[in-house]
């Protein structure tokens, strides 16, 4: 037997996979991820039985809910399905994911859409952090089409804001989750953040790297990983994350000063692999630690003068804007970090039904 489920399957920035509302979904947190594991076919390689897409970057899952608040306009839970593990991680969030959530919530009848844009309060359940989306809906109805352009993704659409408010130690609770802007582990000097995500930051020269390096490249490159690997596990500890063997977070990233026009250039990991372009969330972070004196990236960073608060990041797959609003605290010595803002864009790809067997992954229907 077969258990249907409605679903919306939408690209959401350079990511995508199926949105579900939270009524669909079994209330059992194990039940539900069991139902996740199944409809996106993990664990497999390919996940050839399921929906998902065989990559980190396309077995993700939205789970849209009504609010929870009254100073909010919906709930908003980010489901990490591991593609060859039977693991469901709902620790991290996942800001590209975040863009299709608003056109969700309006064209599921969760929140009224007004002309000619909406904005919507998202509580994102992950973090308890607060995210305002500002999605074009002329005549009250969701655009997909315009002229914004992400790098990651080809051809244009509606651009839909993020704005990041109150985002500092969304995960560990302190924007410097060890206390301090630089700590050296394994002998190198290394930085953790969380800004939206917990993120430890790595210069890329001291693991004998550019940092300009293809996804390909850095893939392929088992020492580097391992290297990568230990570190994070030690800063995990260090920020109080405890034994994250087998969780996302924190996340891990390689920087270095830019080679073009950016502010910085990074190379992001998932954390076991390279992202292919750069999450939301991690550049959001990256953003916030190019302005905090004393970490790797800020000693890396090439602020403009004309806009010091406009971080361009230089990533694989091109460039990425992020918006800072920043304030000094009352001892005028460390930015307060206001807010942090970007474009992304969405697409819709099909809604419809997904059938999942009644029974453990694995197992016959």
Same mark, same amino acid.
């Given at each position: 037997?077969?258990?249907?489920?409605?679903?919306?399957?939408?690209?959401? !920035?350079?990511?995508? !996979?199926?949105?579900?509302?939270?009524?669909?979904?079994?209330?059992?947190?194990?039940?539900?991820?069991?139902?996740?594991?199944?409809?996106?076919?993990?664990?497999? &390689?390919?996940?050839?039985?399921?929906?998902? !897409?065989? $990559?980190?970057?396309?077995?993700?899952?939205?789970?849209?809910?009504?609010?929870? %608040?009254?100073?909010?306009?919906?709930?908003?839970?980010? &489901?990490? =399905?591991?593609?060859?593990?039977?693991?469901? $991680?709902?620790? *991290?969030?996942?800001?590209?994911?975040?863009?299709?959530? !608003?056109?969700?919530?309006?064209?599921?009848?969760?929140?009224?859409?007004?002309?000619?844009?909406?904005?919507?309060?998202?509580?994102?359940?992950?973090?308890?952090?607060?995210?305002?989306?500002?999605?074009?809906?002329?005549?009250?109805?969701?655009?997909? $089409?315009?002229?914004?352009?992400?790098?990651?993704? *080809?051809?244009?659409?509606?651009?839909?804001?993020?704005?990041? %408010?109150?985002?500092?130690?969304?995960?560990?609770?302190?924007?410097?989750?060890?206390?301090?802007?630089? /700590? =050296?582990?394994?002998? #190198?000097?290394?930085?953790?953040? /969380?800004?939206?995500?917990?993120?430890?930051?790595?210069?890329?020269?001291?693991?004998?790297?550019?940092?300009?390096?293809?996804?390909?490249?850095?893939?392929?490159?088992?020492?580097?990983?391992?290297?990568?690997?230990?570190?994070?596990? @030690?800063?995990?500890?260090?920020?109080?994350?405890?034994?994250? %063997?087998?969780? #996302?977070? *924190?996340?891990?990233?390689?920087?270095?000063?830019? @080679?073009?026009?950016?502010?910085?250039?990074? %190379?992001?990991?998932?954390?076991?692999?390279?992202?292919?372009?750069?999450? =939301?969330?991690?550049?959001?972070?990256?953003?916030?630690?190019?302005?905090?004196?004393?970490?790797?990236?800020?000693?890396?960073?090439?602020?403009?003068?004309?806009?010091?608060?406009?971080?361009?990041?230089? @990533?694989?797959?091109?460039?990425?804007?992020?918006?800072?609003? =920043?304030?000094? $605290?009352?001892?005028?010595?460390?930015? #307060?970090?206001?807010?942090?803002?970007?474009?992304?864009? &969405?697409?819709?790809?099909?809604?419809?039904?997904?059938?999942?067997?009644?029974?453990?992954?694995?197992?016959?229907?």
């Amino acid at each position: 037997m077969l258990l249907s489920i409605p679903c919306t399957l939408i690209r959401g !920035g350079t990511s995508k !996979g199926p949105y579900f509302y939270a009524k669909d979904l079994p209330a059992d947190p194990a039940e539900r991820d069991r139902v996740l594991l199944a409809a996106m076919g993990s664990p497999h &390689a390919r996940q050839i039985d399921g929906i998902g !897409g065989g $990559d980190t970057l396309t077995s993700k899952v939205v789970i849209v809910s009504p609010a929870s %608040r009254a100073d909010i306009d919906v709930d908003y839970l980010f &489901a990490q =399905v591991s593609v060859e593990t039977a693991t469901v $991680d709902t620790t *991290p969030n996942c800001g590209n994911m975040l863009a299709g959530v !608003g056109p969700f919530a309006i064209e599921n009848g969760l929140v009224r859409a007004t002309d000619p844009v909406t904005t919507l309060r998202i509580l994102n359940v992950n973090t308890g952090k607060v995210v305002e989306a500002v999605i074009q809906t002329p005549g009250g109805v969701v655009s997909y $089409d315009g002229l914004a352009r992400i790098d990651g993704v *080809p051809g244009n659409g509606a651009p839909i804001q993020l704005n990041f %408010r109150d985002a500092a130690g969304a995960k560990t609770g302190r924007l410097l989750p060890t206390g301090k802007p630089l /700590d =050296v582990v394994d002998g #190198v000097e290394v930085s953790c953040v /969380d800004f939206s995500t917990p993120l430890v930051f790595v210069p890329a020269a001291a693991m004998g790297k550019t940092g300009y390096e293809s996804k390909a490249e850095l893939d392929a490159d088992r020492k580097l990983k391992s290297r990568l690997e230990s570190v994070r596990l @030690q800063v995990a500890l260090m920020a109080g994350l405890g034994d994250v %063997r087998d969780k #996302v977070l *924190p996340k891990i990233a390689l920087v270095a000063p830019p @080679q073009g026009e950016g502010v910085i250039a990074s %190379r992001y990991f998932t954390p076991w692999n390279c992202h292919s372009a750069y999450a =939301v969330t991690g550049a959001l972070c990256l953003a916030a630690a190019s302005i905090i004196p004393g970490s790797v990236v800020h000693r890396l960073a090439r602020p403009k003068a004309s806009d010091p608060h406009l971080v361009t990041i230089e @990533q694989p797959a091109g460039s990425l804007d992020i918006r800072l609003k =920043v304030a000094t $605290d009352a001892a005028g010595a460390e930015p #307060v970090i206001l807010s942090a803002g970007l474009i992304r864009t &969405a697409r819709r790809l099909f809604r419809g039904t997904v059938h999942v067997p009644l029974c453990e992954p694995g197992q016959a229907a």
